[in-house]
């Protein structure tokens, strides 16, 4: 606890939606259905990759790796969230905050890495098709996950640790909905230049080196497609990527919005917005994206609730 104001800091107060105060029941009940919608398609994925044995490849084992990761950081963030829409007095204590912070950086960071992986995967499938059962084994996957789950936690305790090392004396009031790094770091009466340092150089960590594996991942899938003989050949190697692309785009393009720029250019409102869009919109789409417009996986979710039918009946 830090000393504001000649007491001491226990909480912080959220002031994310106070400009919206007469529409805040209103939020609760959108917000809530699209959370809803999030876990439910979520558990739909997980559960039809375990059960139906067809989908037990190292593309549908990182998908539900990422369904798991992108419901896990929802409930970090959300529920505290609609509590808090509905009542009156928005507050988190001050081991909370820190305990927000890294669990939600934890689970960011090792879905950059993540989604890294998953460019390697499309890498071997489309440049080294026969090679590919050996080169993506259970192991090797796993081996991936893992890693980026390490880089995800070390990364998150040092940034969470030299957050939480400052001194807080000005105002314990943030203007957000929950314990992000930017609107944190603006409370903060002394600012360590080399605490800032270090943690954009952690932003670019995190952000930049995926993002560029990702980009030599996919010049060699593009140049590999493009020798593919086929118009038909070439649409369907280049199919099996387009989801991963569009999730890459849109968790990296807000992503370096938020964290890849000078702290003088932060801007609560527009922090607020983007957040929203990565902890509640991101996750409902993903789903749909990488999932629910799949043929394959169509097919399994098929098979799986005639199954489950079946069985019931």
Not at 66 to 73: A, H, M, N, R
Not at 168 to 193: E, G, M, R, T, Y
């Amino acid at each position: 606890m830090e000393w504001v104001n000649g007491t001491w800091v226990r909480e912080f107060v959220f002031l994310g939606f106070s400009a919206l105060a007469s529409l805040q029941r209103l939020l609760f009940m959108v917000f809530l259905l699209l959370y809803l919608f999030t876990l439910g398609t979520n558990a739909i994925i997980m559960s039809t990759i375990v059960l139906d044995r067809a989908l037990h490849t190292p593309m549908y084992f990182f998908l539900s790796v990422l369904s798991c990761s992108e419901t896990s950081y929802t409930f970090v963030i959300v529920p505290k969230m609609l509590v808090d829409l509905l009542a009156q007095k928005k507050t988190i204590s001050f081991l909370g905050c820190a305990i927000q912070m890294f669990t939600f950086l934890f689970l960011g960071c090792s879905h950059s890495f993540l989604l890294a992986a998953m460019g390697y995967d499309r890498y071997v499938a489309i440049c080294n098709p026969l090679r590919y059962t050996v080169l993506m084994g259970h192991g090797v996957c796993l081996g991936l996950v893992a890693a980026a789950c390490a880089c995800g936690f070390t990364i998150s305790l040092v940034a969470t640790s030299l957050v939480f090392h400052l001194p807080f004396h000005s105002s314990n009031q943030l203007h957000h909905f929950f314990c992000d790094i930017s609107p944190v770091l603006k409370l903060a009466s002394h600012h360590s230049h080399l605490s800032q340092l270090v943690i954009f150089m952690l932003g670019v960590l995190v952000l930049v080196i995926p993002l560029l594996l990702i980009l030599v991942s996919y010049v060699r899938i593009i140049s590999a497609i493009l020798k593919i003989p086929s118009s038909v050949g070439r649409y369907k190697a280049f199919s099996t990527c387009a989801s991963h692309l569009i999730v890459v785009t849109v968790h990296y393009g807000c992503a370096s919005f938020i964290y890849l720029r000078p702290k003088s250019n932060y801007s609560s409102s527009k922090d607020t917005l983007i957040s929203v869009s990565y902890t509640i919109l991101t996750p409902l789409f993903n789903p749909m994206i990488y999932s629910l417009r799949n043929k394959e996986f169509k097919s399994a979710l098929q098979r799986t609730m005639s199954k489950t039918w079946f069985s019931l009946s």
